[in-house]
């Protein structure tokens, strides 16, 4: 049975008392509405994640995530963070890929897999994120291009190795635009993204959690859930507000 995971990924927003507040609230509210093989994970920025977690203590339901890890191992590199930092913390996941990474910092296919690898080497769960913008999308290319991304970036890993990723799809033009994607263009890209997986791993891809990101709200996440390939949610916006983000887990 695939893992059901809703991740807030709560971007570069937040003092640290607001990211405590934002943490007690979710805690409160998430105790009673998760259940069996669901997981929630909260991806602060960097300077969060010890405290965020600290607050956690060993909650079984609720895990944090980075949002970002460097290619390198280690070395001079200033204002990088690298996975082995974040296994030294017992950090869990981390979001590799972003769009928004992409886009601002010129992060590329082949970067992105060394990324991938640095954060299995050290045991985390990487979220890889894919996603056309939309020309690519009206220019009806958007297939080619997310299985291209997913091809570049995660098809030299083993079967082994893939089992451990996270996929989440974010079409660009969904993100923090409030234009979510109907759950049918979300359905027929996680199912194309596992068909593909299928083609080179076999049933594996079946094991692999897709997530859906791009305006997920409490509105609209019980229907985006109901796909029979969305497996969970990577949330921005709403994630940043308690009460809209317990009720997408809830969806779940
Ligand atoms: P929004 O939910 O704000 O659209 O952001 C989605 C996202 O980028 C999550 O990683």
Redesign the pocket.
């Known amino acids: 049975m695939r893992n059901k995971i809703v991740?807030g990924?709560w971007?570069m927003n937040k003092s640290l008392a607001e990211a405590q507040s934002l943490t007690a609230e979710i805690i409160g509210m998430v105790a009673d509405e998760v259940k069996g093989n669901v997981k929630v994970v909260l991806?602060t920025p960097f300077p969060y994640l010890h405290p965020v977690k600290s607050q956690l203590g060993n909650n079984d339901r609720i895990a944090v995530g980075a949002q970002n890890c460097s290619e390198h191992e280690s070395g001079a590199y200033t204002g990088e963070t690298s996975a082995a930092m974040l296994a030294s913390m017992n950090i869990p996941y981390v979001?590799i890929g972003?769009?928004?990474r992409r886009q601002y910092f010129g992060e590329d296919g082949a970067l992105l897999a060394t990324k991938v690898d640095k954060a299995l080497a050290h045991g985390l769960t990487p979220i890889f994120?894919c996603g056309e913008p939309l020309e690519i999308r009206e220019a009806g290319t958007h297939e080619a291009l997310v299985t291209k991304q997913v091809a570049e970036s995660l098809f030299h890993l083993s079967a082994v190795a893939l089992q451990k990723v996270v996929i989440?799809y974010?079409p660009v033009w969904?993100?923090?635009?409030?234009k979510?994607a109907s759950s049918q263009q979300a359905q027929d890209m996680h199912a194309l993204i596992r068909k593909h997986l299928a083609s080179k791993y076999g049933a594996v891809a079946e094991n692999i959690s897709i997530l859906y990101?791009?305006?997920?709200?409490a509105d609209n996440a019980k229907e985006l859930f109901a796909c029979a390939d969305v497996d969970g949610g990577?949330?921005?916006?709403?994630?940043l507000k308690s009460r809209e983000f317990v009720e997408i887990v809830k969806a779940i």
């Open positions: 991740a990924n971007k991806c979001i972003h769009s928004e994120c989440a974010e969904a993100i923090g635009t409030g979510t990101g791009g305006s997920v709200k990577l949330v921005g916006g709403a994630s």
